[in-house]
């Protein structure tokens, strides 16, 4: 299975525009430590405060910065950051 990247992105106006890209397997990386995804030159990151997606296809491009409203929780170790 070859790693994918999809972009749909709804404009205020109502637009929707959508991109979808088989890339190669050796285009991908991911670390086991903490968010970091790639994909030929797209990137996933954060650090459970921030988040940033960056990734381009055909004639689409995203820049976007995530931050939580709300601590992050790992239920499964009872965990709550602040």
């Keep these: 299975m070859s790693p994918w990247l999809q972009i749909d992105l709804t404009l205020p106006n109502g637009t929707a525009l959508a991109e979808l890209a088989e890339l190669g397997p050796v285009t991908y990386s991911a670390s086991t430590e903490f968010c ?44 709550w950051l602040y």
């Excluded at 995203?62 to 965990?79: A, I, W, Y």
């Design 36 to 79: 970091n995804v790639r994909i030929d030159g797209n990137d996933f990151t954060g650090n459970l405060h921030d988040y940033k997606i960056r990734a381009r296809s055909g004639d689409l491009a995203v820049d976007v910065s995530l931050t939580p409203q709300v601590p992050s929780c790992f239920p499964e170790t009872g965990n």
